[in-house]
Structures are given as structure tokens and as C-alpha cells.
């Protein structure tokens, strides 16, 4: 499609869609419109920006767009309009991405279902009354029901990897500081990712180069000539029984092909200790980042999100210290993993998208939580379907700044299990 007919079939998806998937909630049309005739421009005149020059990206609505509203789901801030873009929206603009408008999300990220008390809640595109995960669940959804090309998210314990996990779409948490956070209304500075969620893997690595990779070269790998370290967290994670037959099929399929495997287990990283670590460390840096306005406005945000920042703000300081000194050790300890490795492959999360009803597993970031303290680069993969027709999915997790060889492997996984469904045609 030419970057015109491309909006004009997003347009047309959103007014079908978006009442029942309640995904955007706020759109800029007339701009985008706008964007994409120059786009289209550029192409008949054979200057396009970039390789992603007239694709269309929907925000989650803690990252800035000039002229909407930028709230992080937060009521308190529902009326602040952003006056620029944040760095990595004006870096797509600059590539001549078409911005579509702002998704839905967690309040405050600050939590992994997008059943958001001001905003309402975002279905799963594959199953309505499910959860399409969180923090950066419209940011998943948006992808899955085809309603924009790609979407930026963020991601502090696994908020961009999890809902593509549960929306079944490949996600990307970069290496820390490769895509700036400038214009994000944060959760946690000590934590936070903004990274991108497309249908297939080579959709992301150009994405990437825009959002502040430029060097990432596209790369081949041969999943035969490097070790693969498999992260099953047996003895401390439960899987579901759907979840572990997808991720052992996984396997199977890995060494049907002759591919070498080792179980690996991340030194130092603990699931119970880092869950209460990063959720600790999460809810400090909330309270600070939050403070003027739970002043001036404490009844813009739910009584949950208030008594979660009160929470970690009322602990004692050695309290607070050990959880930054845990997070840090998780760090340091980290290459570690890959003395013996290339990459680790691990669940995404030891769920699928669940009913909005059920309780919230409090284990869902217990496999995506280690690349954020590590500040390693990780791509989220759907691996197909279970027999509910839910998504599956694994993670890859590399060294440092090795992105490119992730998002490499990343392509060669979605290769052997084949491109992601859709939920809608």
C-alpha cells in the first residue's frame, strides 16, 4: 500500500474496532492524515526519510505527542497536553512515521492488565474479556487487531514484552539507554525501557534504527553454529500447563534441527527477591516522580495506585538500599549467564492472557524482570497458538548492546514456529 491508502485502512479499522477494543483513546487523524500524503509525496518522488517513511505507529499514552494529551492513564493528568513529542516519538516523526494517536495503559505502568479505572478497559483482540497484559496493553492490542503498523511502548519489569506475549506480536526491550526516555512520564528511571511492538521481527530492527540504533546492521544467524541456553525456572516458576507444552514444543522443535541446548539459570536473580525488589524500587521512584500532584490532586489516582506508592514510599531506607543493592548485584552478575551461552531462551511469561476476572498471578514478570535489572536487550516472540487459541510465547535475552544478534535470533525462532496469527482478518 501506498503511505496513503496505508492510513486510509487504519482509519477505517479504528472506527470498526476501537469501540469494542476501547484501544486509542485519543486520536489525531487530521495530522496524520496530513503526514501521510507527504509521505506518499516523498515516495513518488523517490525521497523517503527512511525504511519505515509512511508506516503508522499508535503511543502508549506515557510517551509524549505533541497536542494530546499525556497522562500515563493517570486521571490526575488527563487534561496536561503534551507541548513536543518525546525523543523517540520526534525520531519516528523525523523518519516519517504517521502517528495515529495515543493507546491505552495501566495506570502509572504500575501494573500489567490495562483495566485502567478513568480509561476503561482494553480487550485482548483474541479473546474479549481477557487482559491484553500491561503496563503496555493497548500498546499490544493495538498491534495484534491490526489497527496500526507498529506501536512504541514501555517497559519496566516486562511491560512491553508481556503484553505482546498475550496479544501474540513481537515486542522489543532494548539494551538500557540505547532509545532515549526523554518525554516519558515515568514509572521508574532506575527501570524504564521504551521499546517497540511490530507483527513479525524484521519489522523491529528498522524501527529500531530510527528510535536510536542507527549503527544495528540487519544479521544472518545459523541457530546450529551458536549455544542457546534454555531458562525453564524449574523448582521456582509454575508454568501453565498450556504455556509448558508450547515452551517444551519449542524445545523439541530446536533440537529437531540439531541446535545446541544448555539449561542456564541467572546467578544472584531471585524470583520472589526481584519481584519485590523491582515492585519496591517501582513504587519509591513513583511517589517522587508523582509527588506535586498527589498533592494537588489526590483524588486523580485510584486508591490501588495511591496505596502502592504510599506503600514503598513509608519503607525504611535500608529497606529501599537493599532493593537498589539487589538490583544492582542482578546486574553485575549477569554475563555471567553467557560464559557458556550465546543467548537465553525463556518463556515470556508463565501465563496467557487471562479473564479480567481471574486473580492477577503475581509471578507474570518473573521471567522478563532479569533483562530490565541487567539492562540486557530481549525480544518477545509469538510462538503460536494453544489449543484455547491464545497466544504463546518466548523471550530472548542477549548480552549488552548485542541487540542485532537478538533481534537476529529472534527472526529465526519466529521462522521455525511461523509468523504471528491474527486474531482478526
Same mark, same amino acid.
Given at each position: ?21 476501547n484501544?486509542?483513546? #485519543?486520536?489525531?487523524?487530521?495530522? *496524520?492524515?496530513? $503526514?501521510?500524503? !507527504?509521505? %506518499?509525496?516523498? &515516495?513518488?518522488?523517490? @525521497? ?21 494529551? #499525556?497522562?500515563?492513564?493517570?486521571? *490526575?493528568?488527563? $487534561?496536561?497536553? !503534551?507541548? %513536543?513529542?518525546? &525523543?523517540?516519538?520526534? @525520531? ?12 491505552n495503559?495501566?495506570?502509572g505502568?504500575?501494573?500489567?492488565t490495562?483495566?485502567?479505572?478513568t ?6 483482540p ?79 530492527l ?14 544472518k ?38 541446535i ?117 536487550p ?48
Amino acid at each position: 500500500m501506498t503511505p496513503l491508502e496505508r492510513f486510509e485502512f487504519y482509519k477505517k479499522r479504528i472506527e470498526t474496532l476501537n469501540p469494542e477494543l476501547n484501544v486509542y483513546i #485519543h486520536l489525531c487523524l487530521e495530522q *496524520a492524515e496530513e $503526514d501521510a500524503r !507527504a509521505s %506518499e509525496q516523498r &515516495v513518488r518522488n523517490g @525521497r523517503v526519510l527512511s525504511d519505515i517513511d509512511g508506516w503508522c505507529v499508535a503511543v502508549k499514552a506515557n510517551i509524549a505527542v505533541k497536542g494530546l494529551p #499525556h497522562h500515563a492513564g493517570i486521571a *490526575a493528568y488527563k $487534561d496536561d497536553i !503534551a507541548i %513536543e513529542d518525546a &525523543v523517540a516519538v520526534a @525520531r519516528l516523526r523525523k523518519a516519517g512515521a504517521v502517528v495515529l494517536g495515543v493507546v491505552n495503559m495501566h495506570e502509572g505502568a504500575l501494573g500489567a492488565t490495562t483495566d485502567n479505572e478513568t480509561f476503561g478497559r482494553t480487550q485482548n483482540p483474541w479473546k474479549h474479556g481477557f487482559t491484553p497484559g500491561g503496563s503496555s496493553g493497548g500498546s499490544g492490542c493495538v498491534v495484534a487487531a491490526g489497527l496500526s503498523d507498529f506501536a512504541l511502548g514501555s517497559d519496566t519489569m516486562g511491560s512491553v514484552r508481556i503484553p505482546s506475549a498475550y496479544c501474540g506480536v513481537q515486542g522489543h526491550k532494548p539494551t538500557t539507554g540505547l532509545v532515549p526516555d526523554k518525554g516519558v512520564l515515568a514509572l521508574s528511571h532506575t527501570l524504564d525501557h521504551v521499546g517497540p511492538h511490530a507483527r513479525s521481527v524484521d519489522e523491529l530492527l528498522p524501527i529500531l534504527r530510527v528510535l536510536g540504533a542507527s549503527s544495528l546492521d540487519q544479521t544472518k544467524v545459523d541457530l546450529r553454529s551458536i549455544k542457546i541456553g534454555i531458562w525453564s525456572g524449574e523448582g521456582d516458576v509454575v508454568l501453565t500447563p498450556s504455556v509448558q507444552k508450547g515452551f517444551d514444543g519449542l524445545q523439541s522443535k530446536l533440537s529437531a534441527s540439531a541446535i545446541s541446548l544448555k539449561k542456564v539459570s541467572p546467578p544472584v536473580y531471585g524470583y520472589g527477591k526481584s519481584r519485590r525488589a523491582g515492585l519496591l524500587v517501582s513504587e519509591v521512584e513513583a511517589a517522587k516522580i508523582h509527588e506535586e500532584k498527589l498533592k494537588t490532586n489526590p483524588d486523580g489516582f485510584s486508591d490501588l495506585f495511591k496505596k502502592l506508592m504510599a506503600w514503598g514510599a513509608a519503607r525504611p531506607q535500608e529497606e529501599i538500599d537493599k532493593a537498589y543493592e539487589h538490583i544492582f548485584a542482578v546486574k553485575d552478575a549477569s554475563m555471567a549467564t553467557f560464559n557458556d551461552v550465546d543467548v537465553v531462551i525463556a518463556p515470556t511469561a508463565p501465563q496467557q492472557a487471562f479473564s479480567f476476572e481471574d486473580d492477577v498471578p503475581a509471578n507474570q514478570a518473573d521471567f522478563t524482570a532479569w533483562a530490565n535489572f541487567a539492562a540486557l536487550p530481549a525480544t518477545a516472540v509469538c510462538i503460536g497458538l494453544s489449543e484455547d487459541k491464545l497466544p504463546l510465547s518466548c523471550q530472548i535475552i542477549g548480552k549488552e548492546n548485542e541487540d542485532a544478534f537478538v533481534l537476529a535470533v529472534a527472526q529465526q525462532i519466529e521462522e521455525l514456529c511461523g509468523r504471528p496469527p491474527s486474531p482478526y482478518k
